[in-house]
């Protein structure tokens, strides 16, 4: 009698296990796979961002071309980039002209092409020395002089001494001006400089932009 029923119960039990266990079809994962290869394939490739300080050579209401360190680069622009002025106030791309100095803030599409997010108008005036523009990483923040220290995006084996005085107009992606004690490390941050006249080994910051 015992044995009966052990045998009973093990006839229900038995079908509630075997749909437990869901069949494998070879296809669909074959599918599958394919799918995620696909995916891989066609993923866009990480952008690469630069910064470039240079001269209007040519404009038009989609393009600007301008010379940096003696070659011409060509600023490509669309609904996504905005234009800046020397007062740090939005404005338009009809509000620049040829011989104006800009920096330019972007996403490198070529070797000479960039696809413009951010165009600023520069005082031509600062423009006495070479400037180099260097987008990176704050990696150390000086508590006993205005001094930071930038790890280039693109160059990791080098660092930037940069210092920042009451000339240095530092703003935030919105525009919004913001204060040096803002800043913290490990911050992205795009800054235009020029070699220190007193110290080789350190930069002065004229814009900076935190990211």
Known sequence: MNLLLFISFL??????ISFAVDAIDPEAIKQKVIDRL???????EQ????????NISEINEKTIIIEFQESNFT???DETT??????LKKTTIEKFKVGQDILVLGI??????????????TDASTINRLHQVVVGKIVDISKSSPIIVVIPTQHKDTQFQIKLDTKTSIINSTNSKIEQKDLKTGQKVIVSMIQDDKNSKTYSALKLISL
């Open 38 to 44: 696909e995916e891989i394939k066609t993923k866009p």
């Open 47 to 54: 952008e690469t961002k630069q910064g470039l300080l240079g």
């Open 11 to 16: 006839s229900l039990l038995i079908p509630k």
């Open 108 to 121: 490198l599409q070529e070797p000479s092409i960039l696809l413009g997010k951010r165009v600023i108008q």
């Open 75 to 77: 600023i490509n622009t």
């Open 82 to 87: 905005t234009f800046i002025d020397s007062k």
